[in-house]
């Protein structure tokens, strides 16, 4: 093979393996977007105010909520969701527990351009250490993400409900005691 072409594909190789490097190297892109649903407690409801959608759940202490949503990979390269990423702030009637889509796997890929139902698990917890009726929203989830097969991310996806539960009277809250709750 002569030495220009030699150059010439040497110089092709480069370009291509510098395009791939700049697309997986790009920050993965999801967004939450309805239908939503919910399993788990005896009532939900949703309502708006001005701007925000809230979905109303009914607390039950220590039982798992599972909110879904779809979940879309609006960039150029697929993602594969492996687990919960930390949250920046933990809501406090709420713990993140697990995330899957909607087969049950912990582990899926979505591929650039595609959508996939997702669940998210939600322990409902600590209402003895909030004053009954005191309020908790769960706005994002945090992904781990791995794109391109090697690079590791975390991802903060808002909800498309902000998702809010209030805390019980002690009747319904089972380890509340006469000190374990701040007045109000």
């Not at 709420?94 to 939600?122: K, N």
């Amino acid at each position: 093979m002569p030495r220009r072409a030699l150059v010439a594909l040497a110089v092709l190789l480069l370009l291509a393996a510098g395009a791939g490097v700049a697309t997986a190297s790009t920050d993965p892109v999801l967004a939450a977007h309805g239908p939503t649903q919910v399993r788990g407690t005896e009532a939900s409801a949703v309502f708006r105010v001005g701007g925000r959608t809230i979905r109303q759940v009914r607390y039950d202490d220590r039982a798992t909520l599972v909110y879904s949503f779809v979940l879309s990979n609006d960039g150029r390269v697929p993602v594969t969701v492996t687990g919960l990423a930390a949250t920046d702030v933990e809501p406090r009637l709420f713990r993140y527990t697990g995330v899957t889509d909607a087969d049950g796997r912990r582990e899926f890929t979505i591929p650039a351009g595609e959508r996939t139902r997702v669940e998210v698990s939600l322990l409902m917890h600590a209402c003895e250490t909030l004053s009954a009726r005191a309020g908790s929203f769960a706005t994002k989830v945090a992904l781990r993400v791995v794109r391109a097969g090697v690079l590791a991310d975390a991802v903060r996806v808002t909800l498309p409900e902000e998702v809010h539960t209030g805390s019980p009277r002690e009747a319904s809250c089972p380890r509340a005691t006469a000190s374990s709750r701040p007045p109000g």
